[in-house]
């Protein structure tokens, strides 16, 4: 899809500016008249009505779950809001209208500041651009829990914040369904799977109408911190400290015809992919299994990257990236793992702030420090995943730094460090910038 930024117009600026205000980001202001509420798929996210949404499915195989009917969709669902004629002395409902003199089609300062606080509150790059991250983000922000049947479709997985609500309310009654990441998955279907069997209900992985209704009579069971992150972090500990078998997903940051960021004479494509050979010599030699998730011919999305990392079954993922800028002041460094206002992952947050201090310790890069994200790549990985950002080609010391062979060898030293470190017990662990990698890596 188009790009839409401040000062475009186009047709579904309209439905955006909808969307936001029905999700509170935007005022809503008096209808003066019954007109329509937008409320249709945004342009670029899937169609709810189309053969390749399961959220058009009707289904109605299972005994206990049904798909609900109109009548029963939630107050505070989308489909609550399309307007009916208020009665007399009751209130007008509101209205997505454009500020007073705006076309509704126009992208205006307004609309800047509140998609750009929608990029944030959903952990996107807050750019104010309208491409396909934050179209998809609009449409799965629209969902909620109850508007539609929700059942595992390996084909065309459920997708929305209808599913993270399910995941987020099983995962506070003790049951397991991983990452609270807003895809009904295997792992969700399993914990839906389970309740049923706890309620006496019929055990088929489905959340309709019946199973939902289970669920609000129930409370929150676990207490004393996240489940998902006490989960995580048990699963850490039960590897033991031995890195035997350990197998690290590597993913150069683009490939093939894509050349990432060009400046200052520097290819991204080309400093990524020699520093994922050096780290991946260095995890080798070290004991650890490390594999290139894509050669440097090719070019994949990053949905693409976590399909071959979930298939390789890694126990990391790392992705190598640089950064750049408008402004050539920006430099510095930074690491993002997957991590929302619902959940997050506890060991790759972990991991980011143990690579962040080491390549700090190591370099005189500014330190960016590390930061949560929602992006594909992260997302979408079964394994703790941790993307990094190695300096800014568009600023003239970064650019030099990541030019030098020398620097990359240090990058490559530090992630390795960073590695060894996330799977050492406290006793052996070193002080930062100072693991002597030889000396652990061999140990049994």
């Known amino acids: 899809?188009?790009?839409?930024?401040?000062?475009?117009?186009?047709?579904?600026?309209?439905?955006?500016?909808?969307?936001?205000?029905?999700?509170?980001?935007?005022?809503?202001?008096?209808?003066?008249?019954?007109?329509?509420?937008?409320?249709?798929?945004?342009?670029?996210?899937?169609?709810?009505?189309?053969?390749?949404?399961?959220?058009?499915?009707?289904?109605?195989?299972?005994?206990?779950?049904?798909?609900q009917p109109a009548d029963a969709v939630p107050s505070g669902s989308v489909a609550s809001a399309v307007p009916v004629d208020p009665s007399p002395g009751q209130p007008t409902p509101p209205t997505t209208t454009a500020p007073p003199g705006t076309p509704p089609d126009h992208f205006d300062r307004t609309l800047d500041r509140a998609l750009r606080a929608f990029q944030q509150s959903r952990g996107l790059s807050v750019d104010g651009i309208l491409g396909p991250d934050s179209t998809r983000a609009l449409e799965e922000a629209r969902r909620n829990l109850g508007d539609r049947l929700l059942y595992h479709s390996a084909a065309h997985p459920f997708v929305g914040d209808d599913v993270a609500a399910l995941q987020e309310r099983l995962s506070n009654m003790g049951f397991d369904v991983g990452r609270t990441d807003g895809i009904f998955g295997p792992r969700t279907e399993g914990a839906v799977r389970d309740f049923q069997r706890n309620r006496g209900l019929q055990?088929?992985?489905?959340?309709?109408?019946?199973?939902?209704?289970?669920?609000?009579r129930l409370r929150r069971t676990v207490t004393g911190g996240r489940p998902d992150v006490l989960r995580e972090s048990v699963r850490l500990l039960a590897r033991g400290s031995s890195l035997l078998g350990v197998?690290?997903?590597?993913?150069?940051?683009?490939?093939?015809?894509?050349?990432?960021?060009?400046?200052?004479?520097?290819?991204?494509?080309?400093?990524?992919?020699?520093?994922?050979?050096?780290?991946?010599?260095?995890?080798?030699?070290?004991?650890?299994?490390?594999?290139?998730?894509?050669?440097?011919d090719e070019s994949l999305t990053e949905q693409?990257?976590?399909?071959?990392?979930?298939?390789?079954?890694?126990?990391?993922?790392?992705?190598?990236?640089?950064?750049?800028?408008?402004?050539?002041?920006?430099?510095g460094i930074s690491a993002y793992y997957y991590g929302t206002t619902r959940g997050s992952?506890?060991?790759?947050?972990?991991?980011?702030?143990?690579?962040?201090?080491?390549?700090?310790?190591?370099?005189?890069?500014?330190?960016?420090?590390?930061?949560?994200?929602?992006w594909d790549l992260l997302r979408r990985t079964r394994m703790p995943a941790v993307r990094l950002d190695l300096g800014y080609l568009t600023n003239e010391h970064d650019a030099q730094a990541l030019g030098s062979a020398q620097f990359r060898a240090a990058v490559a030293e530090a992630v390795l460090a960073a590695t060894q470190r996330l799977f050492l017990p406290p006793e052996l662990d070193a002080p930062t910038g100072q693991l002597h990698v030889p000396r652990v890596a061999g140990r049994a």
């Open 1 to 67: 899809m188009k790009l839409l930024r401040l000062g475009d117009q186009a047709p579904i600026i309209a439905e955006v500016r909808a969307t936001l205000t029905h999700l509170g980001f935007l005022p809503a202001t008096p209808r003066q008249t019954g007109g329509p509420v937008v409320t249709g798929v945004l342009p670029g996210a899937a169609d709810p009505g189309s053969s390749t949404d399961p959220g058009s499915s009707t289904d109605t195989d299972s005994s206990t779950d049904t798909v």
């Open 203 to 216: 055990p088929d992985g489905r959340c309709g109408p019946q199973t939902l209704g289970e669920l609000t």
């Open 247 to 296: 197998v690290i997903a590597l993913d150069p940051g683009h490939g093939g015809g894509d050349t990432g960021i060009v400046s200052n004479g520097l290819y991204e494509r080309d400093l990524m992919a020699d520093l994922a050979d050096r780290l991946s010599i260095r995890l080798t030699d070290s004991g650890l299994e490390s594999v290139l998730i894509h050669g440097p």
């Open 304 to 331: 693409e990257r976590a399909v071959r990392a979930n298939s390789l079954e890694a126990d990391l993922l790392i992705s190598l990236h640089a950064d750049s800028s408008d402004s050539p002041q920006a430099q």
């Open 345 to 374: 992952s506890a060991v790759g947050e972990r991991f980011a702030q143990l690579v962040q201090r080491e390549i700090v310790s190591r370099t005189d890069m500014l330190d960016c420090r590390t930061h949560p994200k929602a």
